[in-house]
């Protein structure tokens, strides 16, 4: 009654062929948006499917025939492909996620030592741009780790940063020591900075020979490695 597609059958000579029925499927999430749409032909996929994520962003792409997979899925994005200027290590339901740089900057100070920076402190995965700008724009010291990240321009991207000290974790449970195809991300086993900072003479770092954290003095140089949303 709603004009959508029901049922299609082949016919020759006024008789049904094969009693072929073939019709168009979509699936849809809570929200109203798409969750998965193809062709069922005998009540099996036929040709192509597509799945999406909930902000409608395309999720993966398969060919079918009769019922059977007839060739390779195409997935869109996933944790250690090489994309966006990098490697991801992190992606969000809605496609969206981080990526790490290949290779590190150096191995700077994290900067103002015995001084606090108002808002610098926060841990959790997503606050590590903002940990960032609110260091460069709270310290005065010069070639910092928050500084130099924010700064970078790597594969034609500008929009790097220092992680907060979870983002940090995830990459090394993702693509370092602790992912399950190794240090792909090709880590030093040796500390990382964070941007997330632990008090007036510390900040948080990240030890990626073995996963553990700790807070270390700011004064220190140690490993800096950046990272970007997309």
Known sequence: KNGVLKEETWYENGKQDGDLVSMDYKSYYDNGQIDATGRMVNDVKDGLWKWYYKNGVLKEETWYENGKQDGNSVPQDQVGDYAEGGIIFQI???????????????????????????????????????????????????NTAAFVSLNAKIEGYTDWYLPSKDELVEMYNTIGNGGPEGNIGGFSNYYYWSSSEYNNNNAWFVNFNNGNTSFNYKILAIRVRVIRAF
């Open 92 to 142: 969000n339901e809605d496609g969206t996620g981080l990526v790490s740089a290949l290779e590190d900057l150096g191995s700077f100070a994290w900067g103002c030592n015995g001084t606090s920076i108002s808002g610098a402190d926060e841990q959790s995965i997503g606050t590590g741009y903002q940990n960032t700008l609110d260091v460069v724009a709270g310290c005065n010291d010069s």
